[in-house]
C-alpha cells in the first residue's frame, strides 16, 4: 500500500480527534479549534511504545496514513494487519483497560470511537471490507476485539458531526463533571478545571493539576558583544574572550539579551520553534521588547477583545487589580513593622491612610478616578518604604521616594531595572497563554510596554521587585561603588549590579508561595503564568479567582 502524503490544509477531522472528543469535548476543543497541545511524560511514553512496537512489527503488519474526503476523516493508522482476507486494524495504549461490573476488559469509550473510527476510514479509503478492530492494552497484557458494524458506523457519523459542531463555536465547552479524567489529561495546565470547580463551588478543594515549576533555565545574556547562535539541538552562547558555551535546548525556558548582545536569524527561528522565550534589555536596564512567535490561537483573542471592549467588564478587573496592588503594598509595610518592631508614625499614619482608601475601591465608577486611588496609594507607599530599611543602612542606599527614566539613585535603579525583569516575565506569560498583549483593560498604550502587561505586573511588583530588594539592601548585599555606575545626577547598576539583581530576582522567582484561594502552592516563576490564565478565566464564565495574590 502506498503512503499517502500529508496535506498542509484540509476539512477533514482527525481520528485522534475523535478520541479526545469522546474522552472529554473541552479536550477537543482546545486541541482542535484552539490549537493547544502539550507534551508531558504520559505523551512522550506512549511515542516510545510505538517506536518499539514498529522495530518489533512482522511482514503482516503495515502502518499507513489514510484520508476520506467522503467521510470526512483522515488518521494514521497504528497497525493493520492482513490474515485470511481479513483486514483489521490495531491500536497500542499504554495503560490498562476498562472493566465492566464482572470485571470482563472492556475498551475505554474514547478508545472504542478511534477503533471504529478507523475502521470506517480503512472502508472508506480502500474500499476493503472491515469486520472488527482491535485494541492492545500493554499495562495488563489484554486484547479487545471491537466489533464494527451499523452501531458502530452511527457512533462514527454521530462523533463528526458533534465534532464539526463544536468547532464552529467560538466558546469552550465546560468542564467535564469526571473530575478523574482531568488528572490523566495532559492539557489540564491549560483547561484548569479544579480552578473553574471552585469558582462554582466555594467549597470544593482543588487537586493542582498545574505544574509547580518549570525548570527549565533562564539564560541572561549580560556581556555586550555575545553572539547566540544555533548548533544542531543546542544553543551556542559566544562571549568576548572565553570558551563557546552549548546549552541543551530542552533545558532553556527563555533567552533575554541585555546590552548589545546579539543573536542569529538561525539561533531565533529555532528557539520560536522550540517554545522559547526571547526578551530584550537595554544597557541602561529598560525593557525593550519580546519576540511574538504566536501563529494560532486567534479564538483567545476574538474573546479577549469582545470582552475587554466592555467598559464595566474593563472597570471591574481594574479594580480587582489595584486592590490587590494596593493590599499588597498595605501587609508589605505592616508585615516590615511586625518583622522589624519598627516604631514610626509615619509608618502607622500611612497605613491607616491606605486602609480607607482602599476601601473606597469599590464605589469607584471610572477608570479615572480609579487612577486617582491608585495614584494616592502609591504616595503612601513609598512614602513609608524608607521606614522599612535598617538603621545600618548607609545613607547612598536609602530611599527619598520614586523617580525613574533616568533613576537618580541606587534605590531606584534597583526597582527600575527590577520592574524591566517582572515585565519580561510577564509578557513571556503572557505570550506562553497566547492573549494579546496590546489589548489591556486598566493601562493605555503610553511607552514600548504592552497595555496588558503593564495591567499583570500590577499583581507582581511588591511580592517579586519591591521585597527581596529591600531585604537585599537591610543585608547590606550591594557595593556602593562596584555596583553601581554614577553619571551626573544619573545612577545605574554595573553590570556586576546587574548581574546580581538578576541572581536575586530569579531566586525569588524560584520560592513557593501557597496560593491564597487554591490552597495549593507553587513557585513564583509558576503563578505568574498561572494568573494569566485566571485572567482569561474572567471572561470564559469561570471568573472570580484572579486578582487574589496578596499577602497575608
Request: charged share 30%.
Amino acid at each position: 500500500m502506498q503512503l499517502l502524503p500529508i496535506p498542509a490544509e484540509t476539512e477533514t477531522i482527525r481520528v485522534s480527534a475523535l478520541h479526545a472528543l469522546a474522552y472529554c469535548p473541552r479536550l477537543y476543543y482546545l486541541e482542535e479549534v484552539e490549537e493547544l497541545y502539550t507534551q508531558d511524560a504520559a505523551v512522550f511514553a506512549g511515542r516510545r511504545l510505538h517506536a518499539e512496537l514498529e522495530k518489533k512489527e512482522d511482514e503482516d503488519w503495515e502502518d499507513l496514513y489514510l484520508i476520506s474526503e467522503e467521510l470526512g476523516l483522515r488518521g494514521r493508522v497504528d497497525a493493520l494487519r492482513t490474515r485470511d482476507g481479513q483486514t483489521i486494524p490495531y491500536e497500542h495504549k499504554r495503560g490498562r483497560c476498562h472493566r465492566d461490573e464482572n470485571k470482563q476488559p472492556q475498551a475505554w469509550e474514547s478508545d472504542r470511537i478511534q477503533i471504529l473510527a478507523y475502521c470506517y476510514l480503512i472502508e472508506s479509503a480502500l474500499g476493503v471490507k472491515v469486520t472488527e478492530g482491535r485494541i492492545r492494552y500493554h499495562a495488563d497484557n489484554v486484547l479487545v476485539h471491537i466489533p464494527f458494524d451499523d452501531e458502530g458506523k452511527k457512533a462514527v457519523k454521530d462523533a463528526i458531526a458533534l465534532a464539526r459542531q463544536i468547532r464552529t463555536s467560538i466558546h469552550r465547552p465546560p468542564v467535564t463533571e469526571n473530575e478523574r479524567l482531568c488528572v490523566r489529561c495532559s492539557l489540564s495546565p491549560v483547561c484548569l478545571p479544579e480552578e473553574a470547580r471552585l469558582v462554582h463551588n466555594q467549597e470544593w478543594e482543588p487537586l493542582r493539576l498545574f505544574p509547580q515549576d518549570d525548570e527549565r533555565e533562564i539564560l541572561h545574556i549580560l556581556e555586550p558583544g555575545t553572539k547566540v547562535g544555533r548548533t544542531g539541538e543546542q544553543i551556542k552562547i559566544t562571549r568576548k574572550d572565553r570558551q563557546v558555551e552549548k546549552v541543551p535546548a530542552q533545558q532553556v525556558g527563555q533567552l533575554v539579551l541585555h546590552s548589545f548582545s546579539q543573536i542569529s536569524t538561525q539561533a531565533l527561528h529555532f528557539c520560536a520553534d522550540r517554545g522559547i522565550g526571547i526578551h530584550f534589555v537595554s544597557g541602561g536596564g529598560r525593557y525593550i521588547g519580546s519576540f511574538d512567535n504566536r501563529q494560532e490561537n486567534i479564538q483567545r483573542r476574538i474573546r479577549q477583545y469582545e470582552a475587554l471592549n466592555n467598559p464595566e467588564f474593563r472597570l471591574s478587573l481594574a479594580k480587582k487589580l489595584v486592590n490587590c496592588r494596593g493590599q499588597g503594598q498595605r501587609k508589605f509595610l505592616m508585615r516590615g513593622r511586625r518583622i522589624k518592631k519598627l516604631k514610626s508614625m509615619k509608618l502607622e499614619r500611612n497605613i491607616k491612610q491606605m486602609q480607607a482608601i482602599i476601601a473606597q475601591i469599590p464605589q469607584i465608577n471610572s477608570i479615572e478616578s480609579l487612577l486617582g486611588i491608585e495614584g494616592k496609594l502609591a504616595a503612601l507607599y513609598f512614602g513609608a518604604l524608607p521606614c522599612l530599611l535598617s538603621s545600618d543602612v548607609p545613607p547612598q542606599m536609602r530611599f527619598d521616594g520614586r523617580n525613574r527614566r533616568p533613576p537618580k539613585d541606587r534605590f531606584n535603579a534597583l526597582l527600575g531595572f527590577g520592574y524591566s525583569l517582572l515585565i519580561k516575565d510577564v509578557m513571556n506569560a503572557i505570550l506562553t497563554v497566547g492573549l494579546e498583549p496590546a489589548l489591556g483593560f486598566y493601562h493605555q498604550p503610553r511607552s514600548v510596554a504592552a497595555p496588558l502587561a503593564l495591567d499583570l505586573m500590577e499583581i507582581f511588583r511588591v511580592i517579586l521587585v519591591d521585597m527581596p530588594i529591600v531585604a537585599s539592601i537591610n543585608r547590606q548585599q550591594w557595593e556602593i561603588n562596584d555596583d553601581f555606575e554614577i553619571r551626573g545626577e544619573q545612577v545605574w547598576l554595573s553590570e556586576t549590579g546587574r548581574r546580581k539583581l538578576v541572581e536575586i530576582y530569579e531566586q525569588r522567582k524560584q520560592e513557593t508561595w501557597k496560593h491564597p484561594v487554591t490552597k495549593y502552592s507553587l513557585t513564583y516563576r509558576r503563578l505568574l503564568e498561572l494568573e494569566v490564565r485566571l485572567l482569561e478565566k474572567e471572561w470564559m464564565g469561570e471568573g472570580g479567582l484572579f486578582g487574589q495574590l496578596i499577602l497575608r
